[in-house]
């Protein structure tokens, strides 16, 4: 991972190889397009919280390089507009939850200059946000002109095989296995968002570490009534 000029190291499994793409198959080939520089002009990815829209805005990030910028709201919003600063010198941003800060009048005046910039730079947005930009409540018209322009895609949030199929892919990339028992054991005694079981499994993945045991449900029942 390249570490961007923002104060902000991407996660390590936030790649394309460890997102299940079920359901979602175009939209994860059309960022990939992006990432490489080969499609269009960006895009505007939206869905539930936990259906994978930081995962794959970093993954995008990730493929580019340094010609990236990955910018979350959630954790820069308090920081104010200088982190737009400068962000139209590289070939592709990332502005993750941008619905965060639609409606305020000064953020949707910078995101207008920045979209702007953008263009006149011929570079690509990638957008995400928690709703359809039709639903989104901005308020700048020349910005939701700007914003319209960019392909739609909704973010598929997955069902119970599929979820276990997602836990099993990110164990691979982490050089874990984990069968199909422990992965439905898992499933009936967690929060059933992708969230919560990735950093599931990321504590057990250092608890099986630790204790060089394998993911059986007699292991992964220990570790949850330790930590219940």
């Given at each position: 991972?390249?570490?961007?000029?923002?104060?902000?190291?991407?996660?390590?499994?936030?790649?394309?190889?460890?997102f299940?793409?079920?359901?979602?198959?175009?939209?994860?080939?059309?960022?990939?397009?992006?990432?490489?520089?080969?499609?269009?002009?960006?895009?505007?990815?939206?869905?539930?919280?936990?259906?994978?829209?930081?995962?794959?805005?970093?993954?995008?990030?990730?493929?580019?390089?340094?010609?990236?910028?990955?910018?979350?709201?959630?954790?820069?919003?308090?920081?104010?507009?200088?982190?737009?600063?400068?962000?139209?010198?590289?070939?592709?941003i990332?502005?993750?939850?941008?619905?965060?800060?639609?409606?305020?009048?000064?953020?949707e005046?910078?995101?207008?200059?920045?979209?702007?910039?953008?263009?006149?730079?011929d570079?690509?947005?990638?957008?995400?946000?928690?709703?359809?930009?039709?639903?989104?409540?901005?308020?700048?018209?020349?910005?939701?002109?700007?914003?319209?322009?960019?392909?739609?895609?909704?973010?598929?949030?997955?069902?119970?095989?599929?979820?276990?199929?997602?836990?099993?892919?990110?164990?691979?990339h982490?050089?874990?296995e984990?069968?199909?028992?422990?992965?439905?054991?898992?499933?009936?005694r967690?929060?059933?968002?992708m969230?919560?079981?990735?950093?599931?499994?990321?504590?057990?993945?250092k608890?099986?570490?630790?204790?060089?045991?394998?993911l059986t449900?007699?292991?992964?029942?220990?570790v949850?009534?330790?930590?219940?």
């Amino acid at each position: 991972m390249s570490q961007l000029a923002l104060p902000l190291q991407l996660a390590d499994h936030a790649v394309f190889a460890s997102f299940l793409d079920q359901g979602n198959e175009t939209l994860v080939a059309t960022l990939s397009d992006i990432a490489s520089g080969q499609e269009g002009y960006g895009c505007w990815l939206w869905g539930a919280a936990s259906s994978g829209k930081t995962h794959l805005l970093q993954a995008v990030c990730d493929l580019a390089g340094d010609r990236a910028a990955y910018v979350p709201l959630s954790f820069f919003q308090g920081a104010g507009l200088r982190i737009l600063d400068g962000l139209a010198t590289r070939e592709l941003i990332c502005i993750d939850d941008i619905n965060l800060v639609v409606g305020q009048s000064a953020w949707e005046t910078a995101l207008f200059e920045l979209c702007n910039q953008v263009i006149d730079a011929d570079a690509r947005l990638v957008v995400s946000a928690d709703s359809a930009p039709r639903e989104c409540a901005i308020k700048l018209p020349d910005l939701q002109s700007r914003l319209a322009r960019l392909p739609v895609f909704q973010v598929h949030s997955l069902d119970d095989d599929a979820r276990v199929s997602a836990l099993q892919l990110r164990s691979r990339h982490r050089g874990l296995e984990l069968p199909d028992d422990t992965a439905n054991y898992l499933l009936k005694r967690s929060r059933r968002d992708m969230t919560s079981l990735y950093e599931l499994l990321d504590r057990l993945d250092k608890e099986a570490l630790r204790a060089k045991r394998r993911l059986t449900i007699p292991f992964v029942r220990s570790v949850l009534e330790v930590g219940s």
